[in-house]
């Protein structure tokens, strides 16, 4: 089964270098983890529009930040699952399930991100928004869509050998 809980561990701590610039932000724009969840900090710079404005761009760039952690996550199962099958390296299955994982990815329903903090910047307007989605919904959404990455192998144009080997990548992806 694909466990996105690595998506929720904890971050290094933020090295404490001269960080006075940022000292002045809420610890979550820091560092957004939030336990159990896939967790990111949208930001919209301030606009003549005002919070009206403001508000969904910075919820739109959060829900990109969370996205571009599951596609991170992901693309490392699946080249692990590819290794542990012994078909990494074999540039045509990992193509195969470089495509089914984009298209997974894209349609992976990130409305379900709920805002867990906001904060304007009193300096510059800018504004922070601090989301959170699920870490089991985003499984579950993969386990329900299994199929898609069984079937596209099952298309491609490989050898028989290649789709026995794809497939133990896929069993192997979502045990």
């Known amino acids: ?3 996105l809980g690595a998506c929720a561990v904890k971050k290094e701590e933020v090295k404490q270098q001269d960080n006075s610039a940022l000292s002045h932000l809420p610890s979550w724009v820091l560092d957004p983890t939030v336990e159990g969840k896939i967790a990111a900090v949208g930001m919209a710079p ?3 529009g005002g919070l009206q404005f403001q508000i969904p761009q910075a919820e739109s760039d959060s829900r990109a930040n969370i996205a571009a952690q599951i596609s991170t996550e992901v693309s490392r199962l699946t080249k692990n699952a590819l290794r542990e099958a012994r078909v990494a390296g074999q540039d045509d299955v990992e193509n ?10 894209k349609k992976i329903p990130l409305m379900g ?5 906001m904060y304007k910047d ?5 504004l922070y ?7 089991d919904m985003i499984a579950n959404y993969f386990k329900q869509n299994k199929k898609l990455f069984s079937d596209s192998v ?6 028989r050998d290649r789709i026995n080997q794809a497939q133990k990548a896929v069993d192997g992806l979502f045990k």
């Not at 195969?96 to 990815?105: G, L």
């Not at 928004?129 to 870490?135: F, G, N």
């Open 1 to 3: 089964m694909i466990f």
């Open 46 to 48: 301030k606009s003549r």
């Open 96 to 105: 195969v399930f470089s495509q089914v994982t984009k298209n997974v990815i």
């Open 113 to 117: 991100a709920k805002r867990i903090n």
């Open 122 to 126: 009193p300096a510059d307007g800018a």
């Open 129 to 135: 928004i601090h989301m959170a989605v699920d870490s």
């Open 154 to 159: 099952q298309n491609a144009s490989l050898s």
